[in-house]
């Protein structure tokens, strides 16, 4: 029971983190952000768990770097940059999809079980909803039919980009790790991919952005919570729960990406992404029901 709750809160912060997301991207360019954010995590980690973790298996090092690469450096800056082309409800309801992916990688790995009836109908149900709310969410906000389209197709690669990263991480509690000093391990290797892109990143954050309260509250925000204390809890429950069924989670990040972009962006909430949601919430049910 604990390990669900840890991923539904989880699940919860980082319905919250597009919008947190988008409010930064008026100031700070996506790779920027994704630097800032996670050195803050890696930061209060090593504060947490002081002590360098060993390694049980010098080629278990593989595992900690791929997911560094998949699940911090890659995923978050395709999502960044999805976040300058389309909405933040779009980007919440399409990483969504990040669960099938997870699955099917579970089935290639050898667990036939991984793809049942119930699983693939709940899917069908959700990827009506995500498709619904990608087209209507593009219309709403009135930006080009074209950017809508890479935003999207963005948000689409890092859902598989998270699924990979999620069986990544469900390899490496298997091999006993402590979740802390791993996920500090796997923050390591992240901000080590992020630095070669730097250059290429746009302008320094300037002092000014940077010394603003609502800056600096979003970047504690992703920070401290949603990077530090959110990939701990994650990694917790796919130790317990497993990939794929934590992975199940996501599919509430859309309904709680929308509420949030609504009270805080102001974007639309028109019928048809309503109509998405809820077709993406019965797809929950069905693929995580016992």
Known sequence: MKAHVLAALTVFVWGITFVSTKVLLVDFAPVW???????LGFLALCCARPHLLRLQKRRHE??????????????????????????ATAVGVIVATSPLFCALMSWARGNRGALTVRFVVGFALAMAGIALVSFA????????PLANLAGCALALGAALVWAA?????????????ETLASTKRIFAWGLLFMLPVLPFGGPLPNVAALADPVNLANLAFLGLGASAACFATWGFAVKHLGAVTTSTYI???PAVTAVTSVIVLGEPFTAPIAVGLALTIAGLALSNRP
């Open 165 to 177: 990263y999620s069986t990544i991480v469900a390899r490496i509690a298997e091999a006993g790790y």
């Open 62 to 87: 593989r595992l900690f770097a791929l997911a560094g690469l998949a699940g911090v450096a890659c995923y978050f800056l395709m999502e960044n940059v999805a976040l300058t082309f389309t909405s």
């Open 251 to 253: 599919y509430l990040v």
């Open 137 to 144: 969410s593009g219309g709403a906000i009135g930006g080009s």
């Open 33 to 39: 952000i994704l630097f800032i954010r996670f050195a």
